[in-house]
């Protein structure tokens, strides 16, 4: 059965830092653009960062831009998301995809269970 497991949440004070993983499971993620999307309290999902197959390209939502990286080890099957400088509005249900990058929407129709970030003031 193929999935995806994201896993690194959990709670830290504004300001700090979280490092997210995303490793699939029967499922191969090296061979396509990659990505993060987040679910606020009462929001819908949003696209977060996007990395290309290659690690060539990257991008962001501005609301992340400059405190938040995203990379990949295709070796190891998996996409990280490094968070720093993080705020209460972080405050959200994080999930991994494959992206289509030109409208920064998910692929799959799938999702994983995601990993809470929750960002106290």
């Known amino acids: 059965q193929e999935h995806v497991v994201e896993s690194g949440g959990g709670l830290v004070q504004a300001g700090g830092s979280l490092r997210l993983s995303c490793t699939g499971s029967?499922?191969?993620?090296?061979?396509?653009?990659m990505g993060w999307f987040r679910q606020g309290p009462g929001k819908e999902r949003q696209f977060v960062a996007a990395?290309?197959?290659?690690?060539?390209?990257?991008v962001y939502a501005d609301s992340v831009k400059g405190r938040f990286t995203i990379s990949r080890d295709n070796a190891k099957n998996t996409v990280y998301l490094q968070m720093n400088s993080l705020k209460p509005e972080d405050t959200a249900i994080y999930y991994c995809?494959?992206?289509?990058?030109?409208?920064?929407?998910?692929?799959?129709?799938?999702w994983g269970q995601g990993t809470q970030v929750t960002v106290s003031s």
């Open positions: 029967g499922r191969t993620l090296s061979s396509q653009p």
């Open positions: 995809n494959a992206v289509f990058v030109p409208v920064r929407r998910p692929v799959w129709d799938y």
């Open positions: 990395i290309s197959w290659s690690s060539g390209s990257t």
